[in-house]
């Protein structure tokens, strides 16, 4: 398939993003470059400097919220792409409609009580749903620890499921950014597959 | 003695049944986040001692680690 006809196909779908830290930050760029048309993101936060060692903002963003950081940063890459965002504090009540209408949904928070929450959320109340997860990458090293496994049609993680971020085993942009990038591949590849 | 697949993989448990809670005792899966599904349906926490696994039961398991 020629990379016109790719895009000319992802541009009819949506994927939803809750959380644009380091994962929800590079899985969209990852998509927004591969010409998925709708790309919602779902973020409270703003832009720390803290945060560059992995997330995908830039010094003079320090201070800006990550929802129009981002938007910022994809219109640099593409126009093609709609970006919306939401910026809020995900909770049970407000996910099903902050992401009503996404053909694929990518968790993407840091806490794993949040995953939990959002995991939760989806599966029951927006059922059939694809949701991709990102679960286990701090730290550095153990590369071909990080794997992509499907639960069901509607779940999939990927990461090691193993390492915890701590004081000790920081998050670091390449473990991050390839559980991302592994996120936005699953999610391109059930848009593919989706007429 | 009942036979369900715990990740794709096939197991023997020496009970008729049993609930996601003996389970988790039962195969000495520690304490940590996660996610469980039967049959592809969610087990919220709160269930996970009054949910039953039976015979033939198709659980999935997954961990959450904080990190993103």
Known sequence: MKISEVRSHLLKFTVGIAGAGGLGSNCAIALARSGVGTIIIADYDIVEALNLNRQYYFTDQIGKMKTEALRENISRITHDVKVVTHQM???????????????????????????????????????????????????????????????????????????????????????????????????????MNKK | MMRIVLNNREEELCRESMTVSEMLIFKKFSYRMRIIKINGNLIPKENYDSTVIHDGDDVQMLYLMSGG
Do not use: H
């Open chain 1, 89 to 191: 504090t995900l909770d049970r009540l407000n996910i099903v409609e902050a992401f009503r209408g996404c053909d694929v949904i990518i968790e993407a928070f840091d806490n794993s009580e949040m995953k939990e929450m959002l995991i939760e959320t989806i599966q029951t109340k927006m059922a059939g749903i694809p949701l991709i997860v990102g679960s286990g990458m701090a730290g550095w090293g153990k590369t071909n620890a990080i794997i992509c496994r499907r639960i069901d049609d509607s779940l999939y993680v990927c990461g090691d499921e193993a390492t915890e971020v701590s004081e000790d085993l920081p998050p670091l942009a390449p473990r991050v950014g390839i559980v991302a990038n592994m996120q936005a591949n699953i999610a391109v590849e059930i848009l």
